[in-house]
């Protein structure tokens, strides 16, 4: 198996909602990252968490939690978003430090209105 | 944080021409990936070349890289509709862990 499968496709939510974004891979990868991507921007790095432990939180604000359950899945909790958080939202995963490439999930799509 | 640039920021060509798009950088680099993004979907990795390599190939794709002059290439050749996509350079520098850092990408239209 060689994917990083990610639920829901889309998600529309109100400011006052609270969701979760899911993503699974079973590759035995160590490294699970969550990244953020505005239309026709590159990707930008939001969380890493490796052997299950948050690595690194580039100052994403709280309303965004994230939430490594096992060396499989990893989740990111919404609460309280604004619509400029509006974006596709990539899960991605990496054997080690990411030294020989990553595997991206297809995305969700995220509107908050 | 974003350390390559690419060129050009789009390109448009006839199925079964060649693309070349070009990447730059600033830092010293483990090495240099290069993912395909379709139209709102996720990033493919398509290829990866290492700082002690100066040429790659993967089907149609040739990578090649030059770290005297921070710099990258992907050729496309004989293009197919299917190529139609962007083109995301992407940076592994050695002193930052996780951390790679994409180009801003190219936009590849492929006509029939």
């Known amino acids: 198996d060689t994917e990083v499968t990610q639920t829901p496709k889309h998600l529309v939510m109100g400011m006052t909602n609270k969701k979760s974004l899911k993503c699974e891979q079973h590759?035995?990868?160590?490294?699970m990252y969550w990244y953020k991507q505005k239309a026709k921007k590159p990707p930008e790095l939001m969380f890493v968490?490796?052997?299950?432990?948050?690595?690194i939180n580039e100052s994403v604000p709280s309303r965004f939690s994230p939430e490594c359950p096992n060396s499989s899945l990893l989740n990111l909790h919404l609460h309280a978003l604004q619509p400029e958080d509006s974006a596709l939202y990539l899960c991605?995963?990496?054997?080690?430090?990411?030294?020989?490439?990553?595997?991206f999930g297809s995305g969700t799509r995220l509107t908050v209105v | 944080s974003q350390q390559g640039e690419e060129d050009p920021q789009a390109l448009s060509i006839q199925e079964g021409e060649n693309a070349t798009m070009n990447c730059s950088y600033k830092?010293?680099?483990?090495?240099l990936q290069w993912y395909r993004q379709n139209s709102g979907r996720g990033l493919v990795h398509l290829i990866l070349i290492r700082s002690n390599e100066r040429e790659k190939h993967s089907g149609r794709l040739r990578v090649t890289l030059d770290t005297s002059k921070k710099s990258s290439s992907l050729l496309i050749t004989a293009s197919r509709a299917a190529d139609t996509a962007s083109y995301f350079c992407?940076?592994?520098?050695?002193?930052?862990?996780?951390?790679?850092?994409f180009g801003a990408g190219t936009t590849v239209t492929v006509r029939a």
């Open positions: 968490y490796s052997y299950e432990k948050l690595s």
């Open positions: 992407a940076t592994d520098p050695p002193s930052r862990d996780y951390k790679l850092s």
């Open positions: 991605a995963s990496s054997q080690g430090k990411g030294r020989d490439g990553y595997t």
């Open positions: 590759m035995g990868h160590r490294a």
């Open positions: 830092t010293s680099i483990n090495n």
